[in-house]
């Protein structure tokens, strides 16, 4: 009887040993269930809010730089098609991505921008920084289907072409590059080689070193 009851105490521990483990989760469920909270905050922050210029502040760790050119082209896009993303901002209003749309904003004029606030902060917002521009830097134009679409966008509305930020004489420029070109000089043939050809069409012939223009004549 004494056995029996020792063989159920058993039972009972066991069940409650698996019981515990099956209900606490291991570390990397931890981390799975960190990481998946941290992309729902980040969703519920990501929300597109119309807030005022002067709310924001340019980042001051920014490491891109914007030329004339760079900004004039950013000012084209918005003047032709408006805002068509949101900058990304901290939750206190520092531009994290965006610092050339709100620059030229401020050029245009405006007084309002869309944002979306992200919940990176310190290194790993700077790092984002970067790495927005540099995933974007690494892509490369294919040049001769970019050519033939800003020509014909050239020829539809000129307007509309250069606002895309490519100018018409740098189009121009890709659609020379683009053609084919004639070599230079053509290879040497060995005339010594005894070969007979007859064009399909004229009727011309030739053979290594003879001619025969009678059925061009």
Known sequence: MATGNKRQRDDVDLAGQEYARSDRPDQDGEREHDAHRNRTDAADL???ERVAISSLVPDPAN???HS???????KGSLARFGQQKPIVVSAAGVV???NGTLAAA?????TEIDVVRSPLV???ATAYAIADNRTAELAEWDDEALA???AALAIDDAALAEATGFDASEVEQMLQATEPTAPSEFATVDESIETEHQCPKCGYQ?????VNKDATD
């Open 148 to 150: 033939q679409t800003l």
């Open 68 to 74: 004339a050119k760079n900004l004039d082209a950013i």
């Open 63 to 65: 490491v891109r730089k």
């Open 46 to 48: 990501a929300r597109i």
């Open 96 to 98: 994290v991505a965006g």
């Open 106 to 110: 401020v050029a245009l004029g405006w």
């Open 206 to 210: 030739w053979s290594g070193g003879k």
């Open 122 to 124: 310190g290194s790993e």
